[in-house]
């Protein structure tokens, strides 16, 4: 189908062959079978005066079935539909709830999801699966949300994900914002097929998603791998929601910088956010200067550590806090350049183009992965 997809409405068998490496016989079996089932179709050849075999341009039949993504991040959550080419036609954003118990969580997501398709006024029955992107810790393998400590889900209150597909009647696969996120980049974003890429999100918490030699790295709950958040930094005090001290993101996340201005300037309420601390850095103020800084030489830290271990080509930032023109993004760039060997400077740094649907999208993709 990505064959297909990518061919922009021209590949032919032969294409797709040359893609995929199938052998002939399979390639024609799955191919003649999706056009069957009305996934493919063949656009009607234009007759031409060249010899030798007709070629028959494939196309994907769009309209052939739907994908649902919801993203539940610690104050919205955000949903849409596609079609088969991955083409939004409806998305929207809603409160999310805080947690309180399993049953009201499982009411609330079922309520959200039957609340945007009869708004979206699609039709059910083309929609095949659903992808969950949590703000959390996700057990994917054996479908379980573990926590979402950002909307006030405590860890180990593992919601079972074929609970959420029961209530909703179709099939669910729940994964981290930030692995739905970087499947979003790799399939959608500025650096679409790139095999090694890092997607970092600057916002409530700090988080990574990896894809390395084209594979999505799936994290577990108990081995966490790939999250830059948690990266221990030296002189850092403060507590992180982990429970270690020193994470990055007990200090860089926009919650941990409101929490630090709170502590350290409480005669100055007027600083006591993150956006606050940011536009007052860039006015030069110099407690919020001070925080900031720090705040960029601890992402700094976290970014190069990622490049060191990964090895990305390009690496994309999301979230309140990537702003080009804010003074902690700005100067996170500015210090991992002082850090990073010559050799590393080659890998490509900017914002998402994909919004803030993108894990949404990521998480409609890696249904369709799962359940297509
Ligand atoms: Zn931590």
């Given at each position: 189908m990505d064959a297909v997809r990518n061919g922009r409405n021209s590949a032919s068998k032969k294409d797709i062959q040359h893609i995929t490496n199938l052998s002939w016989g399979t390639m024609c079996k799955t191919v003649n079978a999706l056009l069957e089932q009305g996934y493919l179709f063949a656009r009607k050849e234009e007759k031409t005066n060249s010899p030798g075999r007709p070629v028959v341009p494939l196309c994907v039949n769009a309209d052939s079935a739907l994908f649902c993504g919801i993203d539940i991040g610690a104050s919205t959550t955000k949903t849409l539909f596609c079609d088969m080419n991955f083409k939004i036609l409806h998305r929207d954003e809603l409160p999310t709830e805080p947690y309180t118990t399993q049953e009201r969580f499982l009411d609330w997501i079922a309520g959200v999801f039957e609340q945007e398709l009869k708004e979206s006024g699609?039709?059910?029955?083309l929609l095949h699966a659903v992808g969950l992107a949590v703000s959390g810790n996700v057990d994917s393998e054996h479908g379980i949300?573990?926590?979402?400590g950002n909307f006030?889900?405590?860890?180990?209150?593992?919601?079972?994900v074929a609970e959420i597909a029961r209530r909703i009647g179709k099939p669910v696969y729940a994964v981290t914002t930030q692995a739905a996120a970087v499947c979003a980049e790799y399939h959608?974003?500025?650096?679409?097929?790139?095999g090694n890429l890092v997607s970092i999100g600057l916002g409530v918490g700090i988080g990574s998603g990896i894809v390395t030699n084209h594979l999505l790295l799936l994290s577990h709950p108990k081995r966490p791998v790939?999250?830059?958040?948690?990266?221990l930094i030296p002189g850092n005090r403060h507590l992180c929601t982990c429970g270690f001290?020193?994470?990055?993101e007990a200090y860089s996340g926009s919650r941990y910088l409101a929490g630090i201005a709170r502590e350290t300037?409480?005669?100055?309420?007027?600083?006591?956010?993150a956006p606050a601390l940011d536009r007052a850095a860039a006015l030069g103020d110099p407690d919020a200067v001070k925080i900031m800084t720090t705040a960029a030489s601890y992402n700094a830290v976290g970014i190069a550590a990622m490049i060191q271990l990964y090895a990305p080509d390009a690496i994309l930032f999301s979230g309140g806090?990537?702003?080009?023109?804010?003074f902690l993004f700005r100067t996170t760039l500015e210090k991992l350049a002082e850090i990073l060997p010559p050799e590393r400077r080659s890998c490509f740094l900017d914002i998402t183009?994909?919004?803030?649907?993108q894990s949404a999208i990521g998480a409609a993709r890696l249904a369709y992965e799962t359940f297509f």
């Open positions: 699609l039709r059910r029955e949300i573990v926590s979402g006030g889900m405590k860890y180990g209150a593992d919601v079972p959608f974003g500025k650096r679409a097929g790139c790939g999250y830059i958040g948690h990266i001290t020193g994470c990055l300037l409480p005669s100055r309420p007027e600083l006591h956010s806090q990537s702003k080009r023109d804010g183009n994909l919004g803030a649907h």
